[in-house]
């Protein structure tokens, strides 16, 4: 839709011009004079104006530039799909992973221009020499589907592999396509949403969108074009201009900058020349093309291009001289110049034409631009950057940051989607170990259909020590858990029918209740501790706010919100705030910070490396600083004399905000008055500085900052230990680091250091052994001579770590190769590759947070994680580097965390003196033994009570999943458990979802749900069994059981003489079918739940 302002422009004298001149002329055209807000808006009204073909075209120097153009291209195309053609990748050697979200915006731009789709697309310099598929081919291989259609999907599946698609189990990610039975599932790689096809015969049936996460259909399409992952080889030869209509508004932003990009990116790519198109023929086909060239200046390329020169100027700066701004205003006014204002709010739009109709001066207030008024002027809201005035109009634009300096800058990302609650371990594979508990530790074989007495049940079938096997009814698949203990040793079989588990499950849960105790009266105690309600924000805390320069994501916001209404009731605040790296975590912390400063606390920040906490300092003090809040640091970095300064103006509160290592917990360090202590990320500490951290936070409100929380902080945050906030949208245009996973290849490594310090760069490479560092170095100045290095490692002095680390983050040498010292270290942003050799050799989270190294600027960033050549590598091996590859996309640390603690295994998490425990019975055993017996100890239970079994369901009645309907066993196995633990209100929702996945269910599977509902129904009224035997159904009740007694007697008048109920230890009803029309299934469907 086109906005008020862009008609306006329209009607500017310049724009009319050009859209003749473009009209008339079918090469390039060159405009002069246009730079900031005024270009994005020129630009607009001509496209309108021309009414040229979608979409929209600009190529432009690099991504920098691209951001700054979209931030204004928003404010006058709101609602219109904005796509970059990324460059694709240009690397050397096999890799086993790409980074799809690149790819797939990369298609969808190739798409928008082929299909004419509404929109604008940028390419920079580096994307637009890189040759493409031929727009035929993309035509050709573009894969049409739609609902009705006859085509085998077989036919459809080979298609698609041939198309570079992966072939998986479930699509959980772009490129993908899975196959059950009727139903396709497929993520394009042009598309927004993965789509689910389903067949009748060789019909396609129906279309709908679905969840990633849960899995569910979200609406029905009616047709879906997939377009190719991958086309031969010979038929990349095309350029972008290529793809170009005559029509088409095309776009060259400042031609000077982009050729000179363009020289930069074929010296730093001439390995790859062979796919890119060559100087003299990219300037050809470009002169050729019915291209804009738009410049400040001037440019000398195609001398014989018409030229107009836009007669326009940006607005002086007036850095909140508000006197100065009224006397323009008046003198404009006065000429018969009306003077439109542009605020970055509504209300701060409302606040200034309050202020400036008390200063005489006639400024209509409007929510958005409603047109030049016919007198007077308009304040009113929008996003522009700068204002303009044209020569010839009656009218100039203002905007907030004219006025008062640089505004926030609108983020452009979306915010991603949440999922549903996390499971705590995949699902398990036949061949893993499983806790039953019952039985004890087995492993799982698979399932196993069995016919007895004519009925066909499947069974889970286990087997023991000695080769013993245990076959379980599916219906009990919630007694069986995956084991998971210490990381690479397998535990001890069970013995069936011995002793010895029922020993260790008593061991454990003793253990588990005197741990459940404490916990619970530490919590408590911390519920109960007076600590201080701090004050609610004051006009500093919103102006301190107001002056961060970016937009809030709403995971900020929410996380802000959340810790502040903690900080403001009377107990002490314990949360932790888990957010990817670089996702705005210490922006939030900071705020916590000045709001207790505001209220005349101390803050602690605490960070565990030295060079941490020096990046903290220069973060706080740069928020900070302005605002008058006193920050200091106190670390090795400080003389003993400095030290001893800055102890004194703490004790006297002459500071406000103390930073430091596990320093500051000394106990020489006294604060005035500690309000808020601030932890980042924990998990580096030891177990005396936790212990110290305890002591310390007794009574303060406490904020834990992490990236990926150790397995214990996480789980204890899940099961409602402490709050927990979660940021996962990441910031402004931030991308994904193109992340590849390989053998170790000269080659590539090679390539790599090259291709960024080419660029301006610098490197992190990362060896996990530091003795053998020095010969890294020595191989790297072989693979690239001139190349500069600097060491870090552990065993080197805090001073001279420091050193190196600056020295780096100054840009004194290419490469800081290290070992994992650099987990937690300064913010680079020129630092955008990272190598890690040896990644087989390094924890998940360690590998997740060295990634998180790079990629903190706009610019593409590059992360190799490199394994030994023809190294067979161990099972925890191979599932830290898949995780890697699952988890490329922003804002995976949340998920990372949850595999790692599935991968490490339960390792000392809870303590020395609960690892045995952990050990004997499985993890989620354990967990679930803690949970249960907390919300026991909660209720005034007993944790050593017996919990009453699960009902058992005893009728002749074929209910299983068969293999022709589903022959997945991690599918069947989902499904089992899903029955499993359905509740009875929510069975419709399941059988609503089992038919969107799997398709119309056989009678096997709808009676399996039927069962599953009632076994549901009974565990709510506590009965014990259900039995459906020739000529009566028998109900066994446990004595406290909660089933209605009026219902009850009800029932037996209802069905007298046919019903009974005989009373004694467990109450039974008894009620004889001989001769009844209802089949007992129904019956018990129709009257189990009027008992609840």
Same mark, same amino acid.
């Given at each position: 839709?086109?906005?008020?302002?862009?008609?306006?422009?329209?009607?500017?004298?310049?724009?009319?011009?050009?859209?003749?001149?473009?009209?008339?002329?079918?090469?390039?055209?060159?405009?002069?004079?246009?730079?900031?807000?005024?270009?994005?808006?020129?630009?607009?009204?001509?496209?309108?104006?021309?009414?040229?073909?979608?979409?929209?075209?600009?190529?432009?120097?690099?991504?920098?530039?691209?951001?700054?153009?979209?931030?204004?291209?928003?404010?006058?195309?709101?609602?219109?799909?904005?796509?970059?053609?990324?460059?694709?990748?240009?690397?050397?050697?096999?890799?086993?992973?790409?980074?799809?979200?690149?790819?797939?915006?990369?298609?969808?731009?190739?798409?928008?221009?082929?299909?004419?789709?509404?929109?604008?697309?940028?390419?920079?310099?580096?994307?637009?020499?890189?040759?493409?598929?031929?727009?035929?081919?993309?035509?050709?291989?573009?894969?049409?589907?739609?609902?009705?259609?006859?085509?085998?999907?077989?036919?459809?599946?080979?298609?698609?592999?041939?198309?570079?698609?992966?072939?998986?189990?479930?699509?959980?990610?772009?490129?993908?396509?899975?196959?059950?039975?009727?139903?396709?599932?497929?993520?394009?790689?042009?598309?927004?949403?993965?789509?689910?096809?389903?067949?009748?015969?060789?019909?396609?049936?129906?279309?709908?969108?679905?969840?990633?996460?849960?899995?569910?259909?979200?609406?029905?399409?009616?047709?879906?074009?997939?377009?190719?992952?991958?086309?031969?080889?010979?038929?990349?030869?095309?350029?972008?201009?290529?793809?170009?209509?005559?029509?088409?508004?095309?776009?060259?932003?400042?031609?000077?900058?982009?050729?000179?990009?363009?020289?930069?990116?074929?010296?730093?790519?001439?390995?790859?020349?062979?796919?890119?198109?060559?100087?003299?023929?990219?300037?050809?086909?470009?002169?050729?093309?019915?291209?804009?060239?738009?410049?400040?200046?001037?440019?000398?390329?195609?001398?014989?291009?018409?030229?107009?020169?836009?007669?326009?100027?940006?607005?002086?700066?007036?850095?909140?001289?508000?006197?100065?701004?009224?006397?323009?205003?008046?003198?404009?006014?006065?000429?018969?110049?009306?003077?439109?204002?542009?605020?970055?709010?509504?209300?701060?739009?409302?606040?200034?034409?309050?202020?400036?109709?008390?200063?005489?001066?006639?400024?209509?207030?409007?929510?958005?631009?409603?047109?030049?008024?016919?007198?007077?002027?308009?304040?009113?809201?929008?996003?522009?950057?700068?204002?303009?005035?044209?020569?010839?109009?009656?009218?100039?634009?203002?905007?907030?940051?004219?006025?008062?300096?640089?505004?926030?800058?609108?983020?452009?990302?979306?915010?991603?989607?949440?999922?549903?609650?996390?499971?705590?371990?995949?699902?398990?594979?036949?061949?893993?170990?499983?806790?039953?508990?019952?039985?004890?530790?087995?492993?799982?074989?698979?399932?196993?259909?069995?016919?007895?007495?004519?009925?066909?049940?499947?069974?889970?079938?286990?087997?023991?020590?000695?080769?013993?096997?245990?076959?379980?009814?599916?219906?009990?698949?919630?007694?069986?858990?995956?084991?998971?203990?210490?990381?690479?040793?397998?535990?001890?079989?069970?013995?069936?029918?011995?002793?010895?588990?029922?020993?260790?499950?008593?061991?454990?849960?003793?253990?588990?209740?005197?741990?459940?105790?404490?916990?619970?009266?530490?919590?408590?105690?911390?519920?109960?501790?007076?600590?201080?309600?701090?004050?609610?924000?004051?006009?500093?805390?919103?102006?301190?706010?107001?002056?961060?320069?970016?937009?809030?994501?709403?995971?900020?916001?929410?996380?802000?919100?959340?810790?502040?209404?903690?900080?403001?009731?009377?107990?002490?605040?314990?949360?932790?705030?888990?957010?990817?790296?670089?996702?705005?975590?210490?922006?939030?912390?900071?705020?916590?910070?000045?709001?207790?400063?505001?209220?005349?606390?101390?803050?602690?920040?605490?960070?565990?490396?030295?060079?941490?906490?020096?990046?903290?300092?220069?973060?706080?003090?740069?928020?900070?600083?302005?605002?008058?809040?006193?920050?200091?640091?106190?670390?090795?970095?400080?003389?003993?004399?400095?030290?001893?300064?800055?102890?004194?103006?703490?004790?006297?509160?002459?500071?406000?905000?103390?930073?430091?290592?596990?320093?500051?917990?000394?106990?020489?360090?006294?604060?005035?008055?500690?309000?808020?202590?601030?932890?980042?990320?924990?998990?580096?500490?030891?177990?005396?500085?936790?212990?110290?951290?305890?002591?310390?936070?007794?009574?303060?409100?406490?904020?834990?900052?992490?990236?990926?929380?150790?397995?214990?902080?996480?789980?204890?945050?899940?099961?409602?230990?402490?709050?927990?906030?979660?940021?996962?949208?990441?910031?402004?245009?931030?991308?994904?680091?193109?992340?590849?996973?390989?053998?170790?290849?000269?080659?590539?490594?090679?390539?790599?250091?090259?291709?960024?310090?080419?660029?301006?760069?610098?490197?992190?490479?990362?060896?996990?052994?530091?003795?053998?560092?020095?010969?890294?170095?020595?191989?790297?100045?072989?693979?690239?001579?001139?190349?500069?290095?600097?060491?870090?490692?552990?065993?080197?002095?805090?001073?001279?770590?420091?050193?190196?680390?600056?020295?780096?983050?100054?840009?004194?040498?290419?490469?800081?190769?290290?070992?994992?010292?650099?987990?937690?270290?300064?913010?680079?942003?020129?630092?955008?590759?990272?190598?890690?050799?040896?990644?087989?050799?390094?924890?998940?989270?360690?590998?997740?947070?060295?990634?998180?190294?790079?990629?903190?600027?706009?610019?593409?960033?590059?992360?190799?994680?490199?394994?030994?050549?023809?190294?067979?590598?161990?099972?925890?091996?191979?599932?830290?580097?898949? %995780?890697? /590859? +699952?988890?490329?996309?922003?804002?995976?640390?949340?998920?990372? =965390?949850? #595999?790692?603690? &599935? @991968? *490490?295994? $339960?390792?000392?998490?809870?303590?020395?003196?609960?690892?045995?425990?952990?050990?004997?019975?499985?993890?989620?055993?354990?967990?679930?033994?803690?949970?249960?017996?907390?919300?026991?100890?909660?209720?005034?239970?007993?944790?050593?009570?017996?919990?009453?079994?699960?009902?058992?369901?005893?009728?002749?009645?074929?209910?299983?999943?068969?293999?022709?309907?589903?022959?997945?066993?991690?599918?069947?196995?989902?499904?089992?458990?899903?029955?499993?633990?359905?509740?009875?209100?929510?069975?419709?929702?399941?059988?609503?979802?089992?038919?969107?996945?799997?398709?119309?269910?056989?009678?096997?599977?709808?009676?399996?749900?039927?069962?599953? %509902?009632? /076994? +549901?129904?009974?565990?709510?009224?506590?009965?014990?069994?259900? =039995?459906? #035997?020739?000529? &009566? @159904? *028998?109900? $066994?009740?446990?004595?406290?059981?909660?089933?209605?007694?009026?219902?009850?007697?009800?029932?037996?008048?209802?069905?007298?003489?046919?019903?009974?109920?005989?009373?004694?230890?467990?109450?039974?009803?008894?009620?004889?079918?001989?001769?009844?029309?209802?089949?007992?299934?129904?019956?018990?469907?129709?009257?189990?739940?009027?008992?609840?």
């Amino acid at each position: 839709m086109t906005n008020t302002l862009t008609k306006l422009l329209q009607q500017e004298k310049n724009v009319r011009e050009g859209a003749d001149l473009w009209q008339k002329t079918p090469g390039p055209l060159q405009l002069t004079g246009l730079t900031g807000s005024v270009k994005a808006g020129f630009l607009c009204a001509l496209q309108e104006t021309v009414q040229a073909a979608q979409p929209l075209v600009i190529l432009t120097v690099n991504r920098e530039s691209i951001r700054a153009q979209r931030r204004e291209l928003a404010h006058f195309y709101p609602d219109l799909a904005m796509r970059e053609l990324y460059p694709a990748s240009l690397i050397h050697g096999q890799v086993d992973t790409r980074n799809e979200q690149v790819m797939a915006e990369r298609a969808a731009a190739l798409e928008m221009i082929v299909r004419k789709e509404p929109g604008i697309i940028f390419a920079t310099a580096e994307a637009a020499i890189q040759k493409l598929p031929q727009p035929e081919s993309l035509v050709r291989e573009n894969l049409k589907l739609a609902v009705g259609q006859e085509i085998e999907q077989s036919l459809v599946v080979e298609k698609l592999v041939k198309a570079g698609y992966e072939r998986t189990e479930q699509v959980d990610t772009l490129g993908q396509v899975a196959v059950r039975g009727d139903i396709l599932d497929v993520f394009p790689i042009n598309g927004k949403d993965s789509v689910r096809i389903e067949w009748f015969d060789n019909t396609i049936d129906a279309m709908k969108r679905f969840d990633l996460d849960t899995q569910r259909s979200i609406g029905t399409i009616s047709q879906v074009g997939i377009m190719p992952l991958a086309v031969p080889n010979q038929e990349i030869s095309a350029s972008l201009f290529q793809y170009l209509s005559a029509d088409q508004l095309a776009v060259l932003d400042e031609p000077v900058a982009f050729f000179e990009e363009c020289k930069k990116s074929w010296g730093d790519n001439r390995e790859f020349a062979d796919q890119l198109l060559d100087q003299e023929t990219m300037i050809q086909q470009a002169g050729e093309t019915h291209l804009l060239t738009v410049s400040d200046l001037g440019h000398p390329y195609f001398p014989q291009a018409p030229r107009i020169h836009v007669q326009v100027r940006a607005m002086a700066p007036y850095n909140k001289n508000t006197d100065l701004l009224q006397k323009d205003l008046k003198g404009w006014l006065d000429q018969g110049i009306h003077p439109l204002i542009m605020m970055g709010t509504r209300d701060k739009a409302a606040g200034l034409a309050e202020s400036l109709k008390g200063a005489g001066l006639p400024m209509a207030f409007a929510g958005q631009f409603q047109g030049v008024p016919e007198t007077g002027g308009q304040v009113f809201a929008g996003s522009l950057t700068n204002g303009f005035y044209f020569w010839d109009e009656k009218w100039l634009l203002l905007t907030e940051s004219d006025i008062f300096g640089a505004q926030k800058k609108r983020r452009l990302t979306k915010t991603k989607g949440k999922g549903p609650a996390l499971n705590y371990f995949s699902d398990i594979k036949a061949g893993d170990y499983v806790v039953h508990d019952v039985q004890g530790i087995g492993r799982y074989m698979g399932v196993e259909t069995i016919e007895v007495n004519g009925v066909h049940r499947d069974y889970l079938q286990l087997q023991y020590a000695g080769g013993d096997k245990l076959h379980v009814p599916v219906e009990q698949v919630g007694l069986l858990h995956k084991y998971v203990g210490n990381e690479g040793t397998p535990p001890k079989l069970s013995n069936m029918g011995r002793k010895d588990w029922q020993k260790a499950t008593r061991k454990a849960q003793k253990a588990i209740t005197i741990l459940a105790t404490e916990l619970l009266r530490l919590y408590a105690q911390r519920k109960i501790t007076p600590g201080h309600a701090f004050a609610p924000d004051t006009h500093w805390q919103k102006e301190f706010e107001d002056s961060f320069p970016f937009e809030e994501t709403p995971d900020q916001l929410k996380a802000i919100a959340e810790i502040k209404a903690d900080m403001e009731k009377p107990v002490p605040m314990e949360r932790l705030l888990c957010g990817d790296v670089g996702y705005g975590k210490t922006e939030v912390a900071i705020r916590a910070a000045f709001k207790a400063v505001m209220d005349g606390k101390q803050v602690a920040v605490l960070a565990p490396t030295t060079v941490l906490a020096q990046q903290h300092l220069l973060t706080f003090t740069q928020r900070m600083g302005s605002f008058g809040v006193r920050v200091e640091m106190l670390s090795r970095f400080r003389t003993p004399k400095q030290q001893r300064e800055i102890m004194e103006r703490v004790a006297e509160g002459k500071i406000d905000v103390l930073i430091g290592t596990h320093r500051i917990l000394n106990p020489d360090v006294e604060f005035h008055d500690l309000g808020l202590l601030i932890i980042d990320e924990e998990q580096r500490f030891g177990v005396a500085q936790k212990e110290k951290i305890k002591q310390r936070s007794a009574g303060i409100d406490v904020l834990t900052l992490s990236a990926t929380p150790i397995p214990r902080t996480l789980h204890l945050a899940l099961v409602k230990g402490r709050d927990m906030s979660i940021i996962e949208s990441p910031p402004e245009d931030r991308l994904p680091v193109e992340t590849y996973v390989a053998e170790y290849d000269d080659g590539m490594v090679r390539e790599a250091l090259e291709r960024e310090i080419r660029r301006g760069g610098r490197i992190y490479y990362v060896h996990n052994r530091i003795e053998g560092l020095s010969r890294i170095a020595a191989h790297l100045r072989e693979l690239v001579p001139g190349i500069t290095i600097g060491l870090a490692h552990g065993r080197m002095t805090e001073d001279e770590l420091e050193d190196v680390m600056l020295g780096f983050y100054q840009g004194d040498f290419d490469v800081l190769l290290s070992t994992t010292i650099i987990e937690n270290g300064l913010d680079v942003p020129l630092a955008n590759t990272i190598i890690i050799d040896g990644a087989e050799n390094f924890g998940l989270s360690q590998l997740y947070q060295m990634r998180g190294r790079v990629g903190r600027s706009s610019r593409l960033a590059y992360a190799y994680f490199l394994y030994k050549k023809d190294r067979v590598l161990s099972e925890v091996a191979q599932k830290r580097l898949q %995780a890697i /590859r +699952d988890f490329t996309e922003l804002g995976a640390g949340f998920k990372i =965390a949850m #595999r790692d603690l &599935e @991968i *490490r295994g $339960a390792g000392n998490l809870l303590g020395a003196e609960q690892h045995g425990q952990i050990t004997g019975v499985g993890f989620d055993l354990y967990c679930r033994l803690l949970e249960k017996t907390i919300n026991t100890l909660q209720n005034g239970g007993n944790p050593d009570e017996p919990v009453p079994p699960d009902p058992v369901i005893e009728m002749k009645l074929d209910a299983y999943i068969p293999d022709d309907y589903i022959d997945n066993p991690r599918y069947k196995l989902e499904l089992y458990h899903r029955l499993g633990d359905m509740k009875y209100e929510d069975r419709n929702d399941l059988m609503d979802e089992i038919i969107d996945r799997f398709g119309t269910p056989p009678t096997q599977v709808e009676n399996l749900w039927r069962v599953a %509902a009632l /076994r +549901d129904v009974c565990r709510k009224l506590r009965i014990i069994s259900v =039995a459906v #035997r020739p000529g &009566e @159904i *028998r109900l $066994a009740f446990d004595p406290h059981s909660k089933a209605n007694p009026d219902v009850l007697q009800a029932l037996i008048r209802e069905y007298v003489p046919r019903a009974t109920l005989k009373m004694g230890p467990q109450p039974q009803f008894v009620l004889k079918t001989k001769g009844m029309e209802e089949q007992p299934l129904s019956w018990l469907e129709k009257n189990l739940p009027r008992m609840l």
